[in-house]
């Protein structure tokens, strides 16, 4: 199979490949060597991370009350968000 190199050094992988790489786009990542004249392109897994201090934080300011906040139950939280779904149908 044939692919272009563009301008912004971009190539489009065949649909074939992706299929039988099993790739998802915008999801998996790709590792990519040159060896002895051919270009290699590796899947691989990436694990994202958030710092340990910065998930404190964020939840201490997710959880914590504040002035104007509204309280609700599950039932009454469940009720409000299937009518929501119901009209945006």
């Known amino acids: ?3 272009k190199l563009t301008r912004g050094n971009q190539i489009t992988i065949p649909k074939p490949v992706i299929e039988k790489a099993h ?4 999801s998996d990542y790709l590792e990519v060597e040159y060896r ?7 899947p691989v897994e990436v694990e994202e991370r958030i710092a340990p201090e910065v998930f404190e934080k ?19 939280g469940e009720q409000f968000l299937s009518k929501r779904a119901n009209r945006t149908k």
Not at 36 to 42: A, D, N, Q, S, W
Not at 58 to 76: I, M, S, T, W
């Open 36 to 42: 002895e004249g051919v270009i290699c392109l590796k």
């Open 1 to 3: 199979m044939l692919t």
């Open 58 to 76: 964020f939840q201490k300011q997710a959880l914590r009350k504040e002035r104007g906040d509204v309280e609700v139950d599950a039932k009454e």
């Open 23 to 26: 790739l998802k786009a915008g």
